[in-house]
């Protein structure tokens, strides 16, 4: 890109036009800064964006299995679809997303320490530093990792103008995997899309503009994305040719859930009908004892005032007690084994759910299974933001690591990292970002707190216990364990201490 007067030459980059330029007239340099640094999301005064899905039966979705690669796009929304109503399907999603807490620490690459020179590094790792600090990875990450969990595939751009990196999300619709770059997949898309969008053709990157222009003129649909700028996360990386949504499978466990939910909801109401029965009575002689036309108007004014779900009968005969009680009706229980068997086929513990056996073992266990599944799409976002990292000439001898830490295992880790500290392993960075404090901020706050406050040459220590007295007149003993450190026995012993 180079700038000729008020105008911005946009040259492809691509080898076969290389060659090919042309003017964009309609942004100069401050407006185009503009538009990248506050992106639209859509024109409420022009052609506000409106998306419906059809709600797929259970039979549709079934004979989407049959053949996922054909019905892809269905399937993803689908899934959409079953996450905007279903509630235990956004939890299903969202509990894997809180699996990770974004920790991550910026260590050297590939770099020879006889020849390195501490300026420059210093000066290439604070780049490095705030570059990450841009990404915003606790607020853009799981956003990404959401639509991965959801739908499978997350096709992004990101925009770097200043001090500013967003990412943008790409229609899936127009979005294929075309090609694999430093282990992560690049992104081909599809540019007939901005025949019909193409007053959003402005809020995507320049290349957007180049490539859609090579497409009027070649009519080549499908077109590669730049890299490392452009890029695509797939959470079931062993299936590459088509988005395979990861929990699709239990969305018919989710319709018999519904089917449950409503057929209890018809038996509620059959419980709540009575029937009264006004019966004639006969004489001695098999007579009527009262006229049909007078016990015909005492009945309506009976039934004119019952209220809807009691009705009544005029009849001569005798008539059974009709019963609704649920307790005749062996499916009570049916919607909570539904759901517990939707739990069972997405692989989670229903243990999580409000379960009265839950076992804290057992359930620390069972969240660092599933914490592993998590965790192997955070590894691939990593190797995203390194591949980009690594792109610029200052993050080559850099890369990011991910920590496998989450609000459940978050003691445990930084216990192990704190072990490793004190024998004299360099893990004090590790340390810290796993408790939630990235490198930037440990290096600000030592510098606020040290030089500016000078806290530890102003402030006593804090009193704990290995600065005070004993004192018997409190609690004495073993201090109680915690959650994941007692057995199962010694769980029911504290509950039962607790009672008495």
Same mark, same amino acid.
């Given at each position: 890109?180079?700038?000729?007067?008020?105008?911005?030459?946009?040259? $492809?980059?691509?080898?076969?036009?290389?060659?090919?330029?042309?003017?964009? $007239?309609?942004?100069?340099?401050?407006?185009?800064?503009?538009?990248?640094?506050?992106?639209?999301?859509?024109?409420?005064?022009?052609?506000?964006?409106?998306?419906?899905?059809?709600?797929?039966?259970?039979?549709?979705?079934?004979?989407?299995?049959?053949?996922?690669?054909?019905?892809?796009?269905?399937?993803?929304?689908?899934?959409?679809?079953?996450?905007?109503?279903?509630?235990?399907?956004?939890?299903?999603?969202?509990?894997?997303?809180?699996?990770?807490?974004?920790?991550?620490?910026?260590?050297?690459?590939?770099?020879?320490?006889?020849?390195?020179?501490?300026?420059?590094?210093?000066?290439?790792?604070?780049?490095?530093?705030?570059?990450?600090?841009?990404?915003?990875?606790?607020?853009?990450?799981?956003?990404?990792?959401?639509?991965?969990?959801?739908?499978?595939?997350?096709?992004?751009?990101?925009?770097?103008?200043?001090?500013?990196?967003?990412?943008?999300?790409?229609?899936?619709?127009?979005?294929?995997?075309?090609?694999?770059?430093?282990?992560?997949?690049?992104?081909?898309?599809?540019?007939?899309?901005?025949?019909?969008?193409?007053?959003?053709?402005?809020?995507?990157?320049?290349?957007?503009?180049?490539?859609?222009?090579?497409?009027?003129?070649?009519?080549?649909?499908?077109?590669?994305?730049?890299?490392?700028?452009?890029?695509?996360?797939?959470?079931?990386?062993?299936?590459?040719?088509?988005?395979?949504?990861?929990?699709?499978?239990?969305?018919?466990?989710?319709?018999?859930?519904?089917?449950?939910?409503?057929?209890?909801?018809?038996?509620?109401?059959?419980?709540?009908?009575?029937?009264?029965?006004?019966?004639?009575?006969?004489?001695?002689?098999?007579?009527?004892?009262?006229?049909?036309?007078?016990?015909?108007?005492?009945?309506?004014?009976?039934?004119?005032?019952?209220?809807?779900?009691?009705?009544?009968?005029?009849?001569?005969?005798?008539?059974?007690?009709?019963?609704?009680?649920?307790?005749?009706?062996?499916?009570?229980?049916?919607?909570?084994?539904?759901?517990?068997?939707?739990?069972?086929?997405?692989?989670?513990?229903?243990?999580?759910?409000?379960?009265?056996?839950?076992?804290?073992?057992?359930?620390?266990?069972?969240?660092?299974?599933?914490?592993?599944?998590?965790?192997?799409?955070?590894?691939?976002?990593?190797?995203?933001?390194?591949?980009?990292?690594?792109?610029?000439?200052?993050?080559?001898?850099?890369?990011?690591?991910?920590?496998?830490?989450?609000?459940?295992?978050?003691?445990?880790?930084?216990?192990?990292?704190?072990?490793?500290?004190?024998?004299?392993?360099?893990?004090?960075?590790?340390?810290?970002?796993?408790?939630?404090?990235?490198?930037?901020?440990?290096?600000?706050?030592?510098?606020?707190?040290?030089?500016?406050?000078?806290?530890?040459?102003?402030?006593?220590?804090?009193?704990?216990?290995?600065?005070?007295?004993?004192?018997?007149?409190?609690?004495?003993?073993?201090?109680?364990?915690?959650?994941?450190?007692?057995?199962?026995?010694?769980?029911?012993?504290?509950?039962?201490?607790?009672?008495?």
């Amino acid at each position: 890109m180079r700038n000729t007067s008020d105008k911005i030459i946009i040259e $492809d980059v691509e080898p076969a036009q290389k060659t090919q330029q042309f003017s964009v $007239d309609s942004f100069r340099m401050p407006e185009r800064f503009k538009l990248l640094n506050h992106l639209i999301m859509q024109d409420l005064n022009n052609r506000p964006i409106s998306p419906t899905f059809r709600k797929y039966t259970k039979e549709e979705i079934l004979e989407f299995l049959r053949n996922p690669a054909k019905n892809e796009r269905k399937l993803r929304e689908a899934c959409i679809n079953v996450y905007a109503f279903s509630p235990h399907f956004r939890r299903l999603i969202q509990y894997f997303t809180m699996l990770t807490d974004w920790a991550y620490v910026v260590v050297p690459f590939a770099i020879d320490v006889s020849k390195l020179k501490r300026k420059t590094a210093l000066s290439s790792y604070n780049r490095v530093l705030k570059l990450m600090e841009l990404f915003n990875p606790k607020s853009q990450f799981p956003r990404i990792l959401r639509v991965c969990l959801r739908e499978d595939v997350f096709y992004g751009t990101i925009h770097e103008v200043g001090d500013n990196v967003t990412i943008q999300r790409l229609p899936s619709d127009y979005c294929k995997i075309s090609s694999i770059e430093g282990n992560v997949y690049n992104v081909s898309f599809d540019f007939s899309y901005f025949d019909a969008n193409q007053d959003k053709l402005p809020f995507y990157p320049a290349e957007f503009s180049s490539k859609y222009k090579r497409y009027k003129k070649d009519r080549m649909r499908w077109i590669e994305l730049d890299s490392p700028t452009s890029f695509a996360i797939k959470a079931s990386d062993d299936i590459d040719t088509y988005a395979l949504p990861p929990f699709v499978g239990v969305l018919p466990e989710l319709y018999d859930l519904d089917d449950y939910k409503a057929l209890k909801l018809t038996r509620t109401e059959l419980e709540n009908y009575a029937i009264l029965v006004m019966k004639l009575g006969l004489d001695k002689n098999g007579n009527w004892a009262i006229d049909l036309d007078r016990a015909r108007d005492f009945w309506q004014n009976l039934d004119s005032v019952l209220p809807d779900a009691v009705g009544s009968v005029l009849t001569p005969m005798d008539v059974e007690k009709i019963s609704f009680d649920r307790s005749t009706s062996p499916e009570s229980s049916a919607v909570a084994d539904a759901t517990s068997t939707f739990w069972d086929s997405a692989g989670v513990s229903s243990l999580l759910f409000n379960n009265s056996k839950a076992s804290s073992n057992a359930l620390l266990l069972s969240i660092k299974a599933d914490q592993g599944i998590t965790f192997g799409i955070v590894k691939n976002i990593g190797d995203m933001v390194n591949r980009y990292i690594q792109s610029k000439s200052y993050g080559r001898n850099f890369k990011v690591n991910f920590l496998d830490v989450s609000p459940y295992n978050r003691d445990e880790v930084g216990g192990q990292y704190l072990k490793m500290c004190n024998v004299g392993m360099p893990m004090v960075s590790y340390l810290a970002a796993a408790y939630g404090l990235p490198q930037a901020d440990m290096d600000n706050l030592n510098y606020l707190e040290d030089d500016m406050l000078q806290i530890k040459e102003r402030f006593m220590p804090l009193r704990s216990t290995n600065t005070m007295s004993s004192d018997t007149s409190g609690d004495a003993g073993r201090p109680t364990e915690e959650l994941g450190e007692v057995s199962d026995d010694g769980e029911v012993t504290q509950e039962r201490d607790e009672g008495e």
